[in-house]
């Protein structure tokens, strides 16, 4: 899975200049807008009346359009009163959750050896207790479900900064995309704040649901920064191959038209996005996870205690271990990592066992289950009583209610 040297060069220019602040503080990609069209729309003819560019199409109605830097807010605001646009954006710039100082990957400097005597064990898809029995799965009776379901076949997409060449992966992966780079090659590149982001995720989806399939979708670069037309762009992706389950480890502090569509295109397709509440500690979860459709992620701690990082409110669906969770980094390493990121494939992970034991489950079903089989934890945390979820998250009992 290796890269073209150079593609470190295209990475470093595409993301060299970043826009202006809007009146949000929310950072934005110079010299793009996003515009979805009404039906019968002309692209050409509209691009043409502002002077702007077609830069690519993003799939249903919506196209990334090129700009005079500078003139990105103006044109929205003209784009968004025009009689053939349904709706006009900046093109958001937002970061995988858990790109911190306080959540940087701590790396088992003895897991070389260790992957190195295990990699057998890795290939045959039999994971070693170190990861099997680390604390986040026994708290989520992650084994026990697995004696009833394994998640055999169901497709989960990871959004996210791509995966690595790490022995957990062999033999469970699709086919994915870099919509970074864009090219056929999803893999995540060493040296910067966000390496092996998708990585940890994809390993902890595998760990709690072992025979399920990643879909590894690049939009994320290795600062851990990712634009809405890539998100956007790989949502619709995900869904149009087959995925049914969308994991989104990242959040976006306003709401963002593009990914509220892509969330709603893929809950009417049967395919269910499982999105981070965000890392602010704050009493109101970052999009998509507040999107309606959208199956949103707090996290706790071991002892089922509020993490005290995570965001918080009463439009929560689940809670699910957060802190120190031991997963696939690098090309062969292991490390624990912190966030609600990593709360989240926990969720995607129990969605594909569920999928397993009910192929047809509706996206309504899914969330029923998820929502009516955790372990209450209110008395826990008890300021924060109705704003973690329904609870924090129960493998077993969800399977169980599954198999009913």
Request: aromatic content about 8%; proline content about 5%.
């Amino acid at each position: 899975m290796a890269k073209r040297s150079f593609s470190i060069l295209i990475l470093c220019i595409c993301l060299i200049s970043f826009g202006a602040v809007n009146a949000q503080s929310i950072p934005y990609r110079a010299g793009e807008v996003l515009v979805a069209l009404k039906p019968g729309s002309n692209i050409n003819a509209l691009v043409a009346t502002y002077g702007a560019t077609v830069k690519r199409f993003l799939g249903l109605n919506v196209f990334l359009l090129g700009t005079q830097i500078g003139s990105e807010e103006v044109l929205v605001t003209l784009l968004s009163g025009n009689l053939s646009v349904n709706w006009s954006e900046l093109d958001y710039l937002l970061p995988v959750s858990d790109v911190s100082q306080y959540s940087q990957a701590f790396v088992d400097q003895q897991s070389q050896a260790f992957v190195d005597q295990r990699t057998q064990a890795f290939v045959d898809g039999n994971f070693p207790p170190e990861l099997t029995q680390q604390p986040s799965m026994v708290q989520i009776k992650a084994t026990e479900a697995q004696l009833l379901a394994s998640g055999q076949d169901v497709t989960v997409a990871v959004v996210d900064t791509g995966i690595t060449a790490h022995p957990m992966f062999v033999n469970k992966t699709v086919p994915g995309y870099d919509f970074v780079d864009r090219d056929s090659d999803p893999s995540d590149l060493p040296g910067g704040a966000g390496y092996s982001h998708g990585a940890h995720v994809a390993g902890l989806v595998l760990l709690t649901a072992p025979k399920s399939l990643i879909m590894a979708l690049r939009a994320f670069a290795n600062d851990g920064k990712g634009s809405v037309a890539d998100i956007y762009e790989a949502m619709i992706y995900a869904v149009d191959r087959g995925a049914r389950l969308i994991n989104c480890s990242f959040g976006l502090t306003t709401r963002s038209t593009a990914l509220d569509q892509a969330v709603s295109y893929a809950s009417g397709r049967g395919v269910l996005v499982v999105a981070a509440a965000g890392n602010r500690s704050q009493p109101n979860l970052d999009y998509p996870s507040l999107q309606k459709e959208a199956l949103g992620i707090t996290g706790v701690d071991s002892n089922d205690v509020k993490a005290d990082f995570s965001n918080w409110g009463p439009q929560a669906d689940v809670s699910a271990p957060a802190v120190s969770l031991y997963s696939s980094y690098g090309d062969g390493q292991l490390a624990w990592w912190s966030g609600t990121s990593f709360a989240v494939p926990l969720v995607c992970g129990e969605a594909a066992l569920i999928l397993s034991i009910i192929p047809t489950a509706t996206v309504n079903q899914l969330v029923s289950i998820i929502t009516s089989s955790p372990d209450n934890i209110d008395d826990l945390s008890p300021m924060y009583a109705k704003s973690l979820g329904a609870g924090r998250i129960n493998c077993l009992s969800a399977v169980k209610l599954a198999l009913r």
